[in-house]
Each structure stands twice: as structure tokens, then as C-alpha cells.
């Protein structure tokens, strides 16, 4: 390690003190000083150089001239040592404590070139290091050389373009670079992203700007325009041209390629064309324009490379093809969804566990899946039928309303989405979310019953095959139920009663003192029927009788028998009240009213019928039944599985009046009856028609991830994933059709758990899907449900929320996803 | 029941059946809620002008208690099974085409114990089975599971086809190659010979199956099923003698379509075998009686999952006017003692 550092010009003074008795030392006056050059591994001792000793305490000095430093080295390294010879004494020798370092004053640099145009005025940059850091740019003469003063460190030269050091041909003090003088340096005037170094994500689905644009770079086929650093450049200067395509997708249409438009010549490909030089002039402006081809295929790479030499090392970019698929949002504002700013405006967003789902999935495929805009109405705008209590499907806590679309409401929304130039159509999808989807069955209308003891009928509606129900019918927004009714269970037979005889208190007058006969009047008045008796003399001096003639007695039978008349005594409630109205006054008279009352009540009970009689019986003694209106059905008991009716129970005849454990007197039980039009339950409903280009996905926050699953696994279909036909795969350019479950998978990176291929129809499902994930064996199976378990791949053909096994795109649906043109995103 | 139950004309089958439908299910309502009765029947039109019409429907009703309906789901259960009588092609698929998106399971059914329902249900089967749309006569009967509906014969007749067009059609497709037999006999089994465990031939056109009853999962390596029949000749395919081939030692003088089906999962799904036996009746006989009889034998869990859970599936067979079925193969988890 050097100690101090000089130039090779200037001069050093050692001084030496020599210590001991004066007298001694005073006799000195001389001491030699022998310098050593080090210079690498080899030392150069220099002839001994006297030097003067004077004054006390003594010291020797000497004034040293280093050499010049050599032409081939950077600098060289000086020691010393001072000798005295006391008088009488033996010499004695002292080693210089310090190194030095000295360094060329003057460095030479001097260029040379096949074409000695090259050499004049280069510019080059030396860079020292160690003590001393510094660049400094330089320029040679026209000559090629340079002479000057460097900072006493190592130091490196690098030339700047359009130079190019081609060899070194010397090095120290002088030094001699050959260089090559290219005519300038080729930038990038589009694009022109903010950091050069990272890849471009470059959305190639969207349609393509120019120029080139920072926030969104689009476009598959991607222009470049190219120029010189400095406007060192002249028109029909050549710019080359280096473009290295990743080819990570087997898509063979839309292919990765430089193309060969306005490029000056053709186009060379090399590496399984995976390599694409050309070269372009610049033009007037000392610009040029070239275009790169970067397909269609989701996650391909491409590096492009341009110079104003063809080893094209003035500038790069490099890319990654991705895909972008923007999505609306339309749901009521009592739905649980996020609340963001954007654009200082408040829209409503999936919450932040589904867009990472979404992000997942979409980084798989090389696709974003970015917010557009958000829709939202109020619960007042909801359409009839769609707004019900929450319990109707079985939540007990959350927003107090659920929203449930169908067929029909999907079709009948209280808002649009944006269209046009407000829309990202054709490369976005537009969801509307709800709480709950409920389809129509492919049943007519089905029959549900229960019988009840209570006010209240529950029918449970999965009675018929498991259906649902909803106000509103799925198909066309018209009422689901279309009829219910009831009808008393009882027995008639098993309800006989004999009407019941009550007497009112007789109507008496006071009759005549004389008379040939006397007349009692027999009334009943619920019916308002009456009989006469008539009491008659025996003889012509007798008194009239006391006692009812036989045929007297013969009136009454005929009398009470048409009383006995069932629907009249169940109209009055099974009851017969009859009046006597006869004359009183004295024992004889009163007699008579007795002998009457006393026939009658004989007579009646020796005739009186038992007839079905029951509060839920009508007059014709049949059990009652009845329809009742829509509004007996009670939308806070019910649920999308059980339709509750409340039996009215004002009139008497009302059933909630006697329904009832029927083995207490006058209750009955009733069956209630529903005709409605049943229901399923869905996940998810693709548009068609009007609605094309819409998804109604259920939404639930406990099961975001499953959520988008679904809404993914709709997209994937519309990116025509599991979707072939004939012998290739014509949504994916160059790709065979995937294997069948029934086929063997050749591709080794697509096996899984056994040996077949994926792609599956029907097994349940309806269309063609993928059975990723399942085995050899569940590929046998008639309905893959049973094998749901094992299912990974998002394309399988169904899902379920609650389903705990989360799915993504497998390998093979990757690959072909990634394969396919989503310039157009139409469901 | 049977055909023309629902008392329609042929013409209301397309439009005009609800009233009636709704009609009668009233009545079988009452039975339902009184007598715990159940009720699984097919009506369908008699004959069917194809140059009118576009669709073949049927109609039926299914009826019973909430555990007998909670039991058969007809959405995912019900097959409807159409046989073609002019070339005793048999077609099997579910009534109703699954919904092409995710569906939530149904919510688990507790049987009410006094309540009950039902209803109609539809059939386009041209759509379903994917009929082809020409002249023909055709059985139709749905099976949900054990249970199996009447069936229903239905004539496809082209009004406007000139007659002597419609003997050329006819004798045209009379000429199409039956499918060769299939599967082909192995060792041991397939096989068409009479076998130990062979069910008598039915002594009246019929086919008769026996399949082991029950299975243990764990131990079940093979489920060899047997099955005899006599059907009528036109059932059949009787080969000329210069057509006639030896198999299995015997010469084959008729081919006889059978397709065998197994249902019963919670998904309807049937597997099915589409089998081609072959007769060894002598041409003699076969002209004589006009039937043609013949056995197989095959491993019925061979590349079919038959086994893969506790079941009991119901195996059904038809060939032309002849059905078999529902035939129970139930299977069982083995049950290890613990030690």
C-alpha cells in the first residue's frame, strides 16, 4: 500500500535525523540515500544518491527525481533507504518508513480503426477508481489521440457511441484502442414505457392506439417507431432490427413474427423462426416505423432489439401478451357488496376476497379482469316478486331483504347497464347479482298437499320432486300459484247426530167457554212449519176430549218427518224448536197442551234421524271445501321449500273457524292443497337474446371465492373453453382437440391422477366440460357429481358455494385458454 | 293405466291437455290424500303425422306421498326409454336435459307425513332422444329407478309420402346392416351359451334376467348377469344361410338387439349395454314359430363403476315389444367386526 502518490514530474525530499552524541554526529556531514523502483513483481535499485547532513539535532536531506513512468505500465512504487557511516564506526543503514506511488503526469490515449474516418473525434469516457472515483468524457483529435492528466488511480476508457471498441491493443501510460465508429445509436421513440428494464404487459385483446400508450398499452399487432439518440442519424440510414419470440404457446395463427412491411428487405428467421431480424431506412425525418406481430396467445414474450448495427444493441423492450376483460356490476343497493371511490365518484365493487379470487384466476390465463362501472337500485324499484324477506331463503341475519332474479326478472331489471361508448362491449361482461336464482322446472304445474290441525298450513313444496317456489313465476312474471284450496277431512258418517227438541214457551189465550171442539197448533219455527190437532167431543153431550184422537195423533208423524230434511237441520244447525199454541184457562184446556207436548216429544224421538252433522260439514252434509285467495299465503313464514298459509277464520264457515285435532267436538282437520308452478335453484344463468352478454351470478359473501369460480367458469365457456370441433381445436390455432375421457392422454404434462384425457359431455352435466382431477375410475362414472370431490379444474360442470374444494384452470385448460383470440367477450 | 287414459285426442297432446291434466290430478289427489295410493302412468298420442308435426310428446303423471315423491325425483331420476320397432333400436337418456349451469343441491327432504302432491310432466322425446324423423312406430315408457310407467305406442306416419315412396323407405332400411355381435364372447364370459346360472327361456315372448341380488363392494371382482329371451321375429335379424357365421361353436342363424340399462343413483345416469345377440336357433325353428330365443352371459361391472358405492341399482332390459326389469343389484359395504 502506497503512502503517498505524485506524478512522474515532481520531486520528493527525504530527510533523515540522526540521532546519538553530539560530538559523534556532528562529524557527519554526508549519507547516501538509494532509492528502489518497484514496478510489479520486479524491483530496480537506483545508484546511491548523496545527500548533506548539517545542523543538530543532524539530519541528511536528498531531493529526489523519480523517472518517468514506463509506456506500459499505469504507475510504479518507490521505497528508499538512507546510509551513515559514523566515524570509526561500521555504516549504518535506515529503511524510508513510507512508500511512494507515482503515477504518469502525462497519459496518452490513442485510437485506431480499420477506416481511419472512425478514429477522429472520439468520444470516450475513462472512469478511475480506488482513492480517487471520477468519469470524465473525453474527446480525441482528429488524429484519434488524446493526451492529459488522469487522477492518480487505475482507470478504464470506455468509447460512447457510435463507437465501439473492437480491441486493446496496449495498455499503461499510453495506451492504443482499436474502435469501429457505427453511425449512431438507435432509440425508441414509441413505445416508450416508463422503465425499459421490466417487460411491457401488452394487452393484445384491445384494439390497438397510436401512438403507443403508457396507461394501456394495446393491441396485438404493435407498431414501433424508431430513430437515432442524438439526430446523429441521416435519412436512409439503416436501423436493424432483432425481435426474440418466446413461442410459449403452440397458437399457429396470428403467429409472433416481425413483419415485413416497409422493412428494407426480408424479414430472416432463424431458431424455429423464433428469432426475426430485418433492418429499416429512416426516412426524411430520420424516423422509422416497423410492426411486430405479437399474436393472439395469452402469455407470450417478445424482446425487440434495435441498433444502427446488426448486432442491434442500442435499445430493448420486451413484452408479455396479456389479455384484459372488463366487467359491470348491477345489483340492489341493500346487497352487502363493497363501497370504493373511483374517480371521486362511489361505486360498488365485489369485496376484496373475490377480486383476489379474481386476480388468481386471471393471472393463470394472462387475463385482467378489471372494474368498469357499477349499478345500483333501491329496494322501491325492485320488481314484484323479487324483494322478499330474508328468511325466504333461509338467512337469519344480514341486509333485512334478499333479492332473488329469475328467468324472468334477469330480463326485467329497473336498470341498464352502460352501453356503447360508456361500455368496454365487446371485450367485457355484465353481471347482475342477486341472492338467490330460481328457475322454472320442466314440469307442468305440480300438486302439493298437507293436512293440518291448526290455523296454520305449511306445504312443503320439495314434496313435489324437491321444488322450490317463488311468488313470481320464472318464465314469465305471472303468480307461481295458481290455486289453493281445502277441504275438511272428516267422515260424515262418523258425525251423525239427532237434531236437537227444545219447546218455547207456548203461545196461550184464553179460549171461549162453549165450544164443539178445541184446536191446538203446533209450530216449529225454524222452519216455520205448523200442524193443527183438534180435540173433538165423543158425544153430543159430551165435553170435547182431553185426549188426542188416533187420527189426530196421525197428523203429527207426517208433520215431524218433514221437518227431518238434512240440509235444512244442518242449515239451522241441527236444531228443531217448536211453540204450542193452545187455549188455557182452566184444567181441561191445560190438559190438552200437555197430551200435546207429550205426543210430540214421543213421537219425535221415536222418528228423529241421526244425520251427518259437523261445523265442517256443508248443508248437503258433504265436508266442506273451498278455494282460497293469494294473500292466505303468508310471506313471512314462508320459505323458497314451504308455502304457509293462514286459514281465514272470521265467518263460520271459515275453516280456521273448527279446523282442529278432530277428536275434540265440532274440530276438524283440513287439507290444503297448492297448485304452483315449481322451481329450482341455480348458481348462475348465462344471457341469451336481449340479455346476451350478461351473467346473473348468485352472490354470497360467505363464499366469495366459489362465487367467481362460477362467474369464471361462465367466461371460460364464452372464451370457448371445452368448446371443439372437428379434428382440431379451431378456437386454438395448432392445437389438437384435447382427449376425451374415454381416450388416452398422450401429453405427459397433461395427465393427471391416471391416464385419460379430460374433455367430457353429459355425465350429468349439460355440454362439454372438464374432468380434471378425476380418476381413471371416476371417469367411468354416469354422473361425475358423484366424483365432484376430486374435480379441480374450473371448466368442470358443476360447482356448488358451499363447496369446500377450491377449483382454478388446470394445465391443460391453461394452455388453451391462453390460446384463444378474446377480442370479443359476448356471453 | 293405460294408453288414452287422459282421454285426449291425438291433437291435444301439443296444446289442450292442461284442464284435463289438472282435471284428473284433482281425482288422483283425493286418492293420494284418502288411500295413500301412488300413481306413475304415460299417456301419448297414437300416431303422429311427422309432416305436421315436429315434436312427440307425452305426457304423464306421478303421483303419491311426500316419501314416495321425495324417494323418485323425477327432475333427475325419471329416463324415458323409446324402442323403434321397424329396427329394434332401443334409446335411453334422462327426461330432463340438465340445466347447462351451476345448480345448488336441493335442500334435504324430510317426508311429511300426512302431506303428498304431484303432477304432470312432459316429454318432448324426439328432442331428447334425438328420434330420427321418419316413419316408424316406437314403445315409450319412463323409469324412475324400480319404478316403471305403462307403455306407450306411438305410429310416425307421413301423410303426404307417396305410398310407393314410403315401401321404398321401408324396404330401403330393411336393408341396413344389423350391427355386427357385440360384445364379442370372451373367457368366460361374454358368452351366449346356456349357462349354470341361465334363467329358463320364457315360454311366451319375453326376456328374462337373473343378476346376483346382492354384492359386497370390497369383494366384488365381477357381476356376471344372465339373461334368456324369446322375442318375435321382426324383432330380430334371421340371417340367410350363406350369412350364417360359427361362434362359439354353434352357427349363428339370427341377431338379436338387446339394450340393458342399469339406474337407480340419485342421478338417473343410466349405464348402458348395447348388446347384439346372436340366435342359435335353426332356421327351421325360427320360420316355424316365428320367436327367436337365445342366453348371455356378461360381466356386468367390467369397465362400469356398477360397484363404486352402496347402492341398489335396477337393471332393466328391452328389445323390441319386450321389456324386462326392474331387476335389483344392490351393493353393499362389507361390515368388519371391530377388534
Redesign the interface.
Known amino acids: 500500500m502506497s503512502d503517498k502518490n505524485i506524478y512522474d514530474d515532481e520531486k520528493i525530499t527525504v530527510n533523515a535525523r540522526i540521532d546519538g552524541d553530539a560530538v559523534t554526529v556532528n562529524k557527519i556531514t554526508q549519507a547516501k540515500f538509494i532509492f528502489t523502483l518497484i514496478k510489479g513483481s520486479a524491483k530496480e535499485v537506483l545508484a546511491p544518491q548523496m545527500g548533506t547532513a548539517s545542523g543538530f539535532p543532524r539530519t541528511a536531506t536528498c531531493e529526489f527525481t523519480p523517472p518517468k513512468v514506463d509506456k506500459t505500465l499505469d504507475y510504479y512504487d518507490v521505497t528508499y533507504q538512507v546510509e551513515v557511516t559514523p566515524p570509526g564506526k561500521p555504516a549504518v543503514t535506515l529503511n524510508g518508513k513510507d512508500t511512494i506511488r507515482v503515477w504518469p503526469k502525462t497519459v496518452k490515449v490513442r485510437f485506431t480503426s480499420d477506416d481511419v474516418d472512425d478514429i477522429k473525434g472520439v468520444k470516450f469516457v475513462v472512469s478511475s477508481t480506488g482513492k480517487v472515483s471520477r468519469t470524465e468524457k473525453k474527446t480525441a483529435t482528429d488524429a484519434g489521440e488524446w493526451e492529459g492528466t488522469l487522477p492518480q488511480a487505475a482507470w478504464t476508457l470506455d468509447v460512447d457511441p457510435p463507437w465501439k471498441k473492437t480491441d486493446v491493443t496496449a495498455t499503461g501510460r499510453e495506451r492504443e484502442y482499436k474502435v469501429t465508429k457505427k453511425p449512431f445509436r438507435a432509440v425508441f421513440l414509441s413505445p416508450d414505457p416508463d422503465d425499459k428494464t421490466k417487460p411491457i404487459r401488452q394487452l393484445i385483446n384491445l384494439a390497438a392506439t397510436t401512438p403507443w400508450k403508457k396507461a394501456e398499452p394495446s393491441g396485438h399487432t404493435l407498431e414501433f417507431k424508431v430513430a437515432s439518440d442524438k439526430d446523429e442519424a441521416k435519412a436512409g440510414d439503416l436501423v436493424y432490427i432483432e425481435c426474440q419470440f418466446g413461442h410459449e404457446s403452440k397458437r399457429t395463427t396470428s403467429k409472433p413474427v416481425l413483419l415485413a412491411t416497409g422493412l428494407d428487405g426480408a424479414v430472416t428467421k432463424s431458431n424455429s423462426d423464433k428469432t426475426c431480424k430485418g433492418k429499416i431506412k429512416l426516412g426524411a425525418d430520420k424516423t422509422a416505423t416497423f410492426k411486430v406481430e405479437l399474436g393472439q396467445a395469452g402469455g407470450d414474450t417478445c424482446t425487440v432489439k434495435v441498433g444502427s448495427t446488426d448486432a442491434c444493441g442500442d435499445a430493448t423492450l420486451q413484452f408479455v401478451n396479456w389479455r384484459r376483460v372488463y366487467y359491470q356490476l348491477m345489483a340492489p343497493d341493500f346487497m352487502a357488496l363493497e363501497e370504493r371511490d373511483e374517480a371521486g365518484a362511489k361505486v360498488k365493487d365485489f369485496p376484496a376476497g373475490a377480486i383476489a379470487k379474481l386476480k388468481s384466476l386471471g393471472d393463470s390465463i394472462f387475463t385482467e379482469f378489471v372494474f368498469h362501472k357499477s349499478h345500483t337500485f333501491a329496494l322501491a324499484a325492485a320488481p314484484a316478486g323479487t324483494a322478499l324477506p330474508r328468511g325466504f331463503i333461509g338467512r337469519a341475519t344480514g341486509p333485512a331483504n334478499v333479492y332473488i332474479l329469475s328467468d324472468h326478472t334477469f330480463k326485467n331489471y329497473p336498470k341498464a347497464f352502460s352501453t356503447g361508448a360508456d361500455s368496454k362491449s365487446p371485450r367485457e361482461v355484465r353481471i347482475k347479482l342477486c341472492d338467490a336464482n330460481l328457475?322454472a322446472?320442466?314440469?307442468?304445474?305440480?300438486?302439493?298437499?298437507?293436512?293440518v290441525k291448526t290455523k296454520q298450513a305449511d306445504?312443503?313444496t320439495?314434496?313435489?320432486?324437491?321444488?322450490?317456489w317463488m311468488p313470481k313465476c320464472s318464465l314469465d312474471g305471472t303468480d307461481t300459484i295458481t290455486e289453493i284450496k281445502w277441504k275438511a277431512?272428516l267422515d260424515p258418517n262418523a258425525h251423525k247426530h239427532k237434531p236437537t227438541f227444545t219447546l218455547a214457551a207456548p203461545v196461550l189465550t184464553a179460549g171461549s167457554k162453549k165450544a164443539d171442539s178445541r184446536s191446538i197448533k203446533i209450530k216449529e219455527l225454524t222452519q216455520n212449519k205448523e200442524v193443527t190437532v183438534v180435540f173433538a167431543k165423543s158425544g153430543m153431550l159430551s165435553d170435547v176430549s182431553t185426549d188426542l184422537s188416533t187420527s189426530e195423533k196421525g197428523k203429527i208423524d207426517p208433520f215431524l218427518n218433514s221437518l227431518f230434511n238434512g240440509p235444512t237441520l244442518r242449515r239451522n244447525g241441527n236444531k228443531l224448536q217448536f211453540q204450542i199454541e193452545a187455549e188455557t184457562g182452566n184444567a181441561r184446556r191445560d190438559l190438552r197442551k200437555t197430551n200435546v207436548e207429550s205426543t210430540l216429544t214421543a213421537r219425535f224421538n221415536a222418528l228423529a234421524p241421526e244425520i251427518p252433522f259437523h261445523p265442517a260439514l256443508d248443508d248437503n252434509g258433504v265436508a266442506r271445501t273451498g278455494n282460497l285467495p293469494l294473500t292466505a299465503v303468508n310471506m313471512g313464514r314462508s320459505t323458497q321449500?314451504l308455502i304457509a298459509v293462514d286459514l281465514p277464520d272470521t265467518a263460520a264457515t271459515d275453516p280456521g273457524k273448527w279446523v282442529g285435532d278432530p277428536t275434540t267436538a265440532g274440530k276438524s282437520e283440513i287439507?290444503v292443497?297448492c297448485?304452483f308452478k315449481?322451481h329450482?335453484?341455480?348458481?348462475?344463468?348465462?344471457g341469451r337474446g336481449a340479455q346476451k352478454g350478461e351473467i346473473l351470478v348468485?352472490f354470497d359473501k360467505d363464499h366469495l371465492e366459489a362465487m367467481i369460480e362460477?362467474v369464471i367458469?361462465?367466461v371460460g365457456h364464452q372464451m370457448n373453453m371445452t368448446v371443439f370441433s372437428g379434428a382440431a381445436d379451431s378456437h386454438a390455432p395448432g392445437f389438437t382437440v384435447s382427449k376425451h375421457v374415454d381416450e388416452d392422454e398422450a401429453n405427459a404434462a397433461y395427465k393427471n391422477n391416471g391416464d385419460k384425457g379430460h374433455v367430457y359431455r353429459?355425465?350429468?352435466?349439460?355440454?362439454s366440460h372438464c374432468a380434471f382431477g378425476l380418476s381413471d375410475?371416476n371417469k367411468?362414472?354416469?354422473?361425475y357429481?358423484?366424483a365432484s370431490a376430486n374435480a379441480k379444474c374450473i371448466m368442470f360442470g358443476?360447482?356448488?358455494?358451499a363447496n369446500a374444494n377450491r377449483r382454478s384452470f388446470c394445465v391443460q385448460c391453461q394452455d388453451y385458454i391462453k390460446a384463444r383470440d378474446v377480442s370479443t367477450i359476448e356471453l | 293405466m293405460e294408453q288414452g287414459f287422459l282421454s285426449l285426442n291425438d291433437a291435444d297432446f301439443w296444446d289442450n291437455y292442461t284442464q284435463r291434466l289438472n282435471t284428473l290430478g284433482d281425482e288422483i289427489l283425493d286418492e293420494v290424500a284418502n288411500k295413500g295410493v301412488s300413481v306413475f302412468a304415460l299417456d301419448a298420442p297414437k300416431q303422429i303425422d311427422i309432416g305436421q308435426r315436429q315434436t312427440l310428446p307425452v305426457i304423464g303423471l306421478r303421483f303419491g306421498t311426500s316419501a314416495y315423491l321425495i324417494k323418485h325425483g323425477y327432475t333427475r331420476q325419471a329416463l324415458i326409454v323409446a324402442t323403434d320397432l321397424v329396427n329394434n333400436k332401443t334409446y335411453v337418456d334422462l327426461a330432463v336435459q340438465p340445466r347447462n349451469l351451476p345448480t345448488r343441491p336441493g335442500p334435504n327432504k324430510t317426508p311429511d307425513p300426512s302431506g303428498g302432491g304431484g303432477g304432470g310432466f312432459t316429454i318432448d322425446v324426439r328432442d331428447r332422444l334425438g328420434l330420427p324423423w321418419v316413419p316408424g312406430e316406437y314403445l315409450i315408457t319412463v323409469v324412475m329407478s324400480e319404478l316403471v310407467t305403462n307403455r306407450v305406442r306411438v305410429k310416425l306416419v307421413e301423410s303426404k309420402q307417396d305410398p310407393a315412396v314410403a315401401a321404398f323407405v321401408a324396404q330401403e332400411r330393411a336393408k341396413l346392416p344389423l350391427p355386427a355381435i357385440q360384445p364379442l364372447p370372451g373367457r368366460p364370459v361374454p358368452s351366449y351359451l346356456q349357462q349354470k346360472g341361465s334363467p329358463d327361456i320364457p315360454v311366451k315372448p319375453g326376456i328374462a334376467l337373473a343378476l346376483p341380488p346382492l354384492s359386497v363392494i370390497e369383494k366384488t371382482r365381477e357381476c356376471i348377469g344372465y339373461g334368456s329371451f324369446r322375442v318375435p321375429l321382426k324383432a330380430a335379424r334371421s340371417l340367410k344361410t350363406s350369412e350364417s357365421v360359427q361362434m362359439e361353436g354353434k352357427s349363428v342363424n339370427a341377431r338379436v338387439p338387446i339394450k340393458l340399462f342399469a339406474t337407480g343413483d340419485f342421478i338417473g345416469l343410466p349405464y348402458v349395454w348395447d348388446l347384439v345377440v346372436p340366435s342359435f336357433d335353426s332356421p327351421q325353428q325360427i320360420n316355424m314359430s316365428g320367436e327367436v330365443t337365445g342366453q348371455f352371459a356378461l360381466d356386468l361391472c367390467h369397465n362400469v363403476p356398477l360397484a363404486s358405492k352402496e347402492i341398489t341399482r335396477y337393471v332393466y332390459a328391452f328389445s323390441g315389444e319386450v321389456m324386462a326389469g326392474p331387476v335389483p343389484m344392490a351393493f353393499v359395504t362389507e361390515h368388519r367386526d371391530q377388534p
Open positions: 328457475f322446472d320442466a314440469e307442468p304445474q305440480q300438486d302439493v298437499f298437507t293436512v306445504l312443503p320439495d314434496a313435489a320432486d324437491g321444488a322450490l277431512t321449500t287439507r292443497s297448485k315449481p329450482r335453484e341455480g348458481l348462475g344463468l348465462a348468485v362460477i367458469h361462465e353429459d355425465h350429468g352435466h349439460s355440454g375410475a367411468l362414472l354416469a354422473a357429481d358423484d358443476s360447482n356448488d358455494l
